[in-house]
């Protein structure tokens, strides 16, 4: 009977284990494709399909599919065996005309479930699409594209690779969201990048929404032009002052591969060893951004908490009930999109017989397009101080509401407190305070005599005050309280020289910074590796030559390092190994060998140069 028992459970484990696995079924294909040019639109699922109907295709014709293909892998890692399948049906397709390609949804059969995909849409512009330096995805990588590369004179122009700050709203006022998105646009190859400084928020609070460690290119379609597109940084900004805000922009050095035409004719081997081609460097920037910002209006209510956004109130106890001097809290959540990491603190009132305490905060947001999204949660600790029922009065938050332009006010509905009675409360409701039987003594009689005759006082001692021991002791109160004086206001004046401060603490920051990058060494992390070494190198001269990260150029950092007598050596190990690391960022050549190397290089190079300056 057990033995069956343990069958059934594992039949039971397997046929719900199956019942729960799901598959998937994805569909890739290009954005944007030009009027003339052949694309691909892939469908793959990673699971055996036993039926798979064609998608209808409007606006293009198909030349080719769809055509089956089968990839199966095995991996064992920690001698776990995984595998892997992968079905997928290609389709080669040609627009018909310029607008929109529309591909109905198709589905497949996979186990006994039917997986079905979306409608998609493909815009077809009249510009040919132009081949950057990587391919935006594998849909996007038809190898149909022309060249779009220059001539052997290197000349790149401003539309063949610029920049892009926009923002989601340029009119708003003080205290609504804004998301500004800095975006790579190209035509060309790219190679690298160098002297990157990203954009400038003044009169901002900003925070990164987005990051990306790899620039990760997609179409997109530009003025009837198609580019490939990146996204280098997202922002969340909240204005923090009002009138016309300026955004300085943000630049780069783009190192773009152009391709070179010998004086003797091109040979079939260039092609083959991939010669030919030569690095321009193109310093691109956004441009100056403007943002208007108004003064919120006038006439806030007096429970105006600073939110801009959409917001409601939630108010509850922490209980439903509590004893008398014991603690309860009130908790008020703000929840909604806006600026929920400034809003203030709602006012509560509480009964006379509570004692109310400081109030703690909590956050639960994330940021998002609308803003700051989530919740702020402000608890309220109170100890009552009698029983009985209570009310707390209901609890108001108005906020500015910038879709219908108006101040919004909230209120909650009362709160009924149930106090109930307590260790130390007697059944009138009074405190007993400090009074118990075992307290009270006898004195052992009830009067007292007073003495009669004289008091015979007696000489006992010498006073202390007015002795020399007494003028010893304050002369050296005196002394050591000027020597403490003076070592205190020695160390004020050495922390107050930042310059110092940061000269004498530049090489133990370097090589914190070091050691973090030694950790993604040893990982293998190209790219956080190489900004680690990146950072370290511009931390550490920044703070030994007292130069401004806004100042942080290459001939001001050679500049100070001469004017500082280093050695041209040095000089020129330390602007190679910069220029190294800023080039490795955004270049996937190299593994551990050439990081450890480099490693080394800088630990001799901060080294070096710390017995310089």
Request: with cysteine.
């Amino acid at each position: 009977m057990r033995y069956l028992r343990k069958v059934l459970l594992l039949l039971m484990l397997f046929v719900g284990g199956s019942a729960f696995a799901q598959n998937t079924f994805t569909v890739d294909a290009p954005r944007v494709v030009g009027a003339d040019e052949i694309f691909r639109v892939v469908y793959t699922a990673d699971g055996e399909i036993s039926d798979f109907v064609n998608p209808t295709v409007t606006g293009a014709e198909i030349l080719a599919g769809p055509s089956p293909s089968r990839m199966q892998s095995t991996q064992i890692i920690n001698g776990q065996r995984t595998e892997r399948l992968e079905i997928s049906y290609t389709f080669i397709l040609r627009p018909t005309g310029e607008g929109i390609a529309k591909i109905s949804p198709a589905s497949a059969t996979i186990g006994k479930k039917v997986y079905t995909t979306k409608e998609i849409s493909i815009e077809v512009v009249k510009g040919e699409a132009q081949q950057g330096g990587q391919q935006s995805s594998q849909a996007e990588a038809t190898g149909n594209a022309p060249a779009g590369q220059r001539s052997s004179q290197g000349e790149i122009s401003a539309k063949d690779v610029f920049l892009k700050l926009s923002f989601s709203k340029t009119k708003v006022v003080k205290g609504e969201p804004i998301i500004a998105t800095l975006k790579l646009y190209t035509r060309v190859p790219i190679a690298g990048f160098e002297d990157i400084r990203f954009p400038v928020f003044d009169g901002f609070w900003s925070q990164e929404i987005e990051t990306p460690q790899n620039i990760n290119f997609v179409r997109e379609n530009v003025d009837g032009q198609i580019y490939n597109s990146a996204v280098l940084r997202k922002y969340m900004l909240l204005p923090q002052q009002t009138g016309d805000v300026t955004v300085k922009p943000a630049e780069m050095i783009c190192q773009v591969q152009v391709r070179t035409t010998p004086s003797g004719g091109r040979s079939i081997f260039d092609d083959f060893f991939d010669s030919g081609y030569q690095i321009v460097k193109k310093r691109i920037n956004s441009g100056q951004a403007t943002i208007k910002v108004s003064s919120l209006p006038a006439g806030a209510p007096a429970s105006f908490g600073q939110g801009v956004g959409e917001f409601s109130l939630d108010v509850k106890l922490s209980r439903d009930s509590v004893k008398a001097h014991e603690a309860g809290s009130l908790v008020v959540t703000v929840k909604g999109s806006g600026n929920l990491n400034l809003i203030e603190a709602p006012k509560v009132e509480l009964p006379a017989d509570f004692e109310l305490y400081d109030m703690k905060t909590s956050n639960n947001y994330s940021y998002g397009v609308n803003g700051i999204q989530g919740s702020k949660t402000f608890e309220y600790p109170f100890i009552p101080r009698s029983e009985g029922v209570f009310e707390i009065p209901p609890v108001e938050y108005s906020y500015y509401d910038v879709k219908s332009n108006r101040y919004v006010t909230l209120k909650s509905l009362p709160v009924a407190v149930k106090v109930t009675k307590g260790d130390n409360v007697v059944s009138g409701g009074s405190l007993i305070q400090g009074v118990s039987k075992q307290a009270v003594a006898s004195l052992g009689e009830d009067i007292r005599y007073i003495l009669q005759g004289g008091a015979g006082f007696s000489a006992k001692g010498r006073f202390f005050v007015g002795s020399v021991l007494y003028f010893v002791v304050l002369a050296l109160i005196v002394a050591a309280y000027a020597a403490v004086y003076q070592f205190l206001r020695r160390r004020a004046k050495l922390r107050g020289d930042v310059v110092r401060t940061r000269n004498r603490k530049a090489n133990k920051v370097a090589r914190k910074r070091l050691k973090l990058a030694e950790q993604y060494m040893q990982q293998n992390l190209r790219s956080p590796f190489y900004e680690e070494m990146h950072k370290a190198l511009l931390g550490y001269i920044s703070d030994k030559l007292a130069i401004q990260f806004a100042d942080m150029q290459r001939d001001t950092i050679k500049e100070t390092m001469e004017a500082k007598k280093v050695s041209k050596g040095n000089i020129e190990e330390f602007m190679q190994l910069l220029e190294d690391c800023e080039m490795a960022r955004y270049s996937m050549d190299g593994g551990a060998g050439e990081m450890s190397a480099q490693y080394a290089k800088a630990i001799a190079v901060i080294s070096n140069l710390e017995g310089e300056l």
